[in-house]
């Protein structure tokens, strides 16, 4: 009888230790899950805050692309970076004919653009020039027609007083009547009739292209 007590008294306890130790590993358990599920919720809410100001980074980098690209282009290209048809050189810009025509023609279609034929008045303008319009024949804006052997450039300017480029005994006022003056080989200058099929150069000033660009 008293061996049996004592093994039911043994069993009691071993059950009450397994309960006890059940009910500590259930609340490890517990403890676990709730601390993984916070470390869980903090992380997710950083996450989400992180993922949110990066895309507001990113929305206000696009949007500051395309003025930075415009910013970008008209450094490379201060004429016209939309259509690269304008030239930048020295604080003007020149647009380079692809058709050919009269010297009238040429005058009417630079006053289409809102510019003039060109006047040149430095070596540094001439050497520009004619690396671009290689020893192809373009009008530039000179003339003698008002007084025959006075030539004068379209913005007014005496061509006796300034910078000339003239070909070797040009101007000639060859056959015809020659009265306008265009760039020929090694970019030197020789006068034509004016009917004589040409390309030609406008010429405006830099801030004519760029208004907000005036002060
Ligand atoms: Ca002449
Ligand atoms: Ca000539």
Redo the contacts with the bound molecule.
């Keep these: 009888m008293e061996e049996e007590k004592q093994e039911g008294d043994f069993r009691t306890y071993k059950e009450r230790n397994w309960l006890s130790y059940t009910q500590r590993s259930d609340f490890s358990i517990y403890a676990l899950l709730a601390v993984s599920l916070l470390l869980s919720t903090i992380f997710l809410i950083v996450a989400v805050s992180k993922a949110v100001a990066l895309s507001s980074e990113w929305t206000e980098l696009y949007a500051e692309l395309p003025k930075k690209m415009v910013g970008h282009d008209f450094d490379l290209f201060p004429c016209d970076p939309n259509t690269r048809q304008w030239e930048y050189f020295d604080g003007k810009c020149y647009f380079f004919s692809l058709e050919k025509t009269s010297w009238t023609e040429a005058r009417a279609q630079c006053e289409k653009r809102a510019s003039q034929l060109v006047t040149i008045e430095t070596m540094a303008e001439q050497n520009f020039l004619q690396t671009r319009t290689r020893n192809e024949r373009y009008w530039i804006g000179l003339t003698d027609r008002i007084i025959e052997g006075h030539w004068q450039w379209l913005d007014g300017r005496d061509e006796q007083t300034g910078f000339t480029f003239w070909k070797r005994g040009?101007?000639?006022?060859?056959h015809l009547g020659?009265d306008c003056a265009h760039i020929w080989n090694y970019g030197e200058w020789?006068?034509?009739y004016c009917t004589y099929p040409c390309y030609y150069i406008c010429e405006k000033p830099l801030r004519d292209m760029r208004p907000h660009q005036q002060g």
Excluded at 170 to 174: A, C, G, I, T
């Design positions: 040009e101007p000639n006022d060859d020659e020789n006068d034509v």
